[in-house]
């Protein structure tokens, strides 16, 4: 671990350009340019006003549920022998994920600067039904993004979109997926920049995205920081949590990334494992590049062209990962691991056996990592997965790989 | 002087804009890209821009993400578009070529890397959509030192602060989009184009270049009376989609020209209006 980057952590990432190493930045159009610092403005201004601060805590208090619990899964923790096992329940939140924190926090500088109009991109629809749900809230007119294939393979999210009053777009180019959809959100940012403000679902894109979505999860670590200290009086010695473009850890980790004792595991999507091809693990089997905004670890072929990505989860099905991360990786902070389809649908199986809890499919790659991370620690040590999803959303995956329709 | 350089001034000692086709590399197939390029330039084209295929072309609307589609189910690479250049340059050694992209290829290959073999290949210019000013000093830097001039974009969004910084990293030529959208997005709107140029021309000395929304003879002409250059794209890459089909791919190059032709003979025509 590079411990000089680790000391003054807080106080050095990102640099003012948006910068975490080499990684991160603004590389957009030079249309958007222009809207990407008025953004930056905003949140500058508006990041510790005690009255927008209190807003969103009364948001977060009152409509999504929160704090959310820090819960012992004993009979699971029984089972595997070994270290004490701590989920940080934000499957508990309104619209089920995590997700909901940080479009909450985005919604409400929009309107702070006016803009009426909101866009935003979505995978498995989690996002998309967290800024749809935060739209209706505030009367504001919502335009989701969304890959043709996952259009079809999402219609229950689809349609709770639209109940919402989203008007969902199904994006045709590329390979029909949540990159695509980015893609297109972009190209509606840059028509409609003026009105538009665009909620970007995790800690990637363009400066100020990466720093501001995460700032609005860290919610997440903040709260299970101090949830462990009072439960077991001391910090936890290992954090997990899953992958796709990075929010969920992110948000868990950022809180302790100066507690030196704390070790944390990012988990990646293996899909049908790593040497196949067919994954979404660009921190694990990828390289450096530059996509969506940012400089980051990029799954691309030798001609720097993105290829396609496979999970069984949705959520992480995306070729890239928030700069953040892919820093954190570099100087050894993090370790970052991957998990196959198979084995994040065991644990899946296994903790709703175990603790009546059913846990998203992304959430269960951080469980299928825990899950072989557990027996190597000691009773008295502590490990915190961030269960950051239900898996409400998931039956109908699940139930076709066991060859059932509903 | 670089190439581009000096086309400007020659064109600008003849009181003439100057007429920069683009189309995809290697779209619909990629032998049929280098006599393109020649007949572009026998149509009266006087500087050209080759698109480097990208699977990810978020600043571009459907008819050029169709073509980097198209040009990428052929596997072509920015390895191959280098390699097209080189085989134009056997021929021509007259007609800068300005490589238009994304920034991801470039960085795969490496900067280094790149400006050298695009030095050899007979590159003139380069122009990556998302690098902004702000990203793009290590790669500035890089393309000079090969002599390749980076070309920059202006938007309508973009401050009278900014233009003096992007002026001042500029080589060549500045590309002014003229509208806020993606490209083939929207006709462009004659009178704020003039007023933003205006704003340019007290900024910087660079010839000025505008591109989006023109889509004929007569938009190109009215642009070409306020602008040192005139770009082209979406027009002429719906064209070729329409004869990418095998049975008409060899009309292809011909019915591309002449949409150039057309152009020309408009923006042609202005300068006889006005002598």
Known sequence: ?406 | MSRISQCFEKLKKDGQSALIPYVTAGDPEPWVTVPLLHALVDAGADIIELGIPFSDPMCDGPVIQKACERALKNDVSIISVLKMVKQFREKNQETPIVLMGYANPIESMGYSVFAKQAQEAGVDGVLTVDVPPEESDDFRLTMDEHGIDTIYLVAPTTSEARMKVIASFARGFIYYVSIKGVTGAAALDIEEVTGKLATLRKITDLPLGVGFGIRDGKSAASVAKIADAVVVGSTLVKCIEEHARAERLEELPAAVAGLVAEMRHAINANDLASA
Request: a negative charge.
């Open chain 1, 1 to 406: 671990m590079l411990k000089e980057h680790i000391d003054d952590y807080y106080k050095t990432f990102p640099d003012d350009r948006g910068h975490f190493g080499p990684y991160g930045g603004r590389f957009v159009g030079e249309t958007l340019m222009g809207a990407i610092y008025e953004l930056q403005e905003a949140y500058e201004k508006y990041r510790n006003d005690p009255e927008f601060l209190a807003e969103m805590d009364k948001d977060l208090s009152t409509f999504v549920g929160r704090p959310s619990p820090l819960y012992l899964a004993e009979n699971w923790t029984r089972e595997l022998g070994g270290a004490q096992i701590y989920l940080k329940r934000e499957d508990l939140n309104h619209t089920g994920a995590h997700k909901v924190n940080n479009t909450i926090g985005q919604a409400l500088l929009a309107k702070r600067m006016g803009k009426n109009r909101i866009i935003a991109e979505t995978g498995a629809g989690q996002h998309g039904v967290a800024t749809a749900t935060v739209a209706a809230r505030m009367g504001m007119e919502c335009i989701v993004y969304m890959g043709a294939e996952d259009v079809e393979r999402q219609a229950q999210n689809v349609y709770r979109m639209k109940l919402l009053g989203a008007k969902v777009v199904a994006v045709e180019s590329g390979s029909r997926t949540l990159k695509d959809a980015l893609n297109e959100a972009l190209r509606d940012w840059v028509t409609n920049v003026d009105d538009t403000f665009y909620i970007i679902g995790t800690v990637a894109g363009p400066h100020p995205y990466p720093a501001m979505v995460r700032d609005f999860q860290t919610v997440i670590g903040r709260e299970a920081k101090q949830q462990m200290l009072n439960k077991t009086g001391k910090l936890p010695d290992a954090l997990v949590a899953c992958i796709g473009g990075g929010s969920n850890a992110i948000g868990l980790f950022h809180p302790f990334i100066e507690d030196e004792s704390v070790k944390m595991y990012g988990v990646e999507g293996a899909g049908h494992g790593i040497e196949s091809g067919q994954h979404s693990a660009p921190l694990s089997a990828g390289r450096p590049g530059v996509l969506h905004g940012n400089r980051t670890y990029l799954m691309q072929d030798d001609n720097g062209e993105i290829v396609e990505t496979h999970s069984i989860s949705a959520g992480l099905d995306y070729p890239g990962v928030g700069p953040e991360h892919a820093w954190l990786k570099d100087i050894g902070r993090v370790n970052y691991e991957s998990v196959t389809d198979d084995e994040a649908l065991a644990a899946f199986h296994e903790l709703t056996r175990n603790e009546g809890i059913i846990p998203a499919l992304e959430s269960s790659h951080a469980l299928a990592y825990a899950r072989k991370l557990a027996p190597t620690m000691l009773p008295d040590q502590t490990l915190l997965i961030n269960l950051s999803g239900r898996g409400d959303k998931d039956m109908h995956t699940v139930a076709a790989m066991a060859g059932m329709n509903f």
